[in-house]
């Protein structure tokens, strides 16, 4: 059974910092592109973050220059390293794999993180 399991949101201070984790089993993170995404209350979900198995990064242009995202595929992990936050950085975040065989994609549950202004 597949499982990822996000963990590390919270509440913290408007230019505080947090660091989000995402821990798979059941699965090889290391074939597979990995996402992290959130969504803020009455919003869409919206991608934040994306690491491909060559190590390239995205991010979307609201967080660039903030957050950072790597892999560690010997822990089966993938981070998340959110600095200077805002408050409208609040949103549960969600990690996403998505295999490179056969593109099946998988969810975490979620974790929130609240920025207090």
């Known amino acids: 059974q597949v499982q990822l399991v996000e963990s590390g949101g919270g509440l913290v201070q408007a230019g505080g910092s947090l660091r989000l984790s995402c821990a798979a089993t059941g699965i090889r993170f290391s074939n597979a592109y990995i996402r992290w995404y959130r969504q803020a209350p009455g919003k869409q979900r919206e991608l934040v973050s994306t690491?491909?198995?060559?190590?390239?990064?995205y991010y979307v242009d609201s967080v660039k220059g903030r957050f950072t995202i790597s892999r560690d595929d010997a822990k089966n992990t993938v981070y998340l390293q959110m600095n200077s936050l805002k408050p409208e950085d609040t949103a549960v975040y969600y990690c996403n794999s998505q295999s490179r065989a056969d593109f099946r994609e998988y969810w975490g549950q979620g974790t929130q993180v609240t920025v207090s202004s």
């Open positions: 690491i491909t198995t060559g190590g390239s990064t």
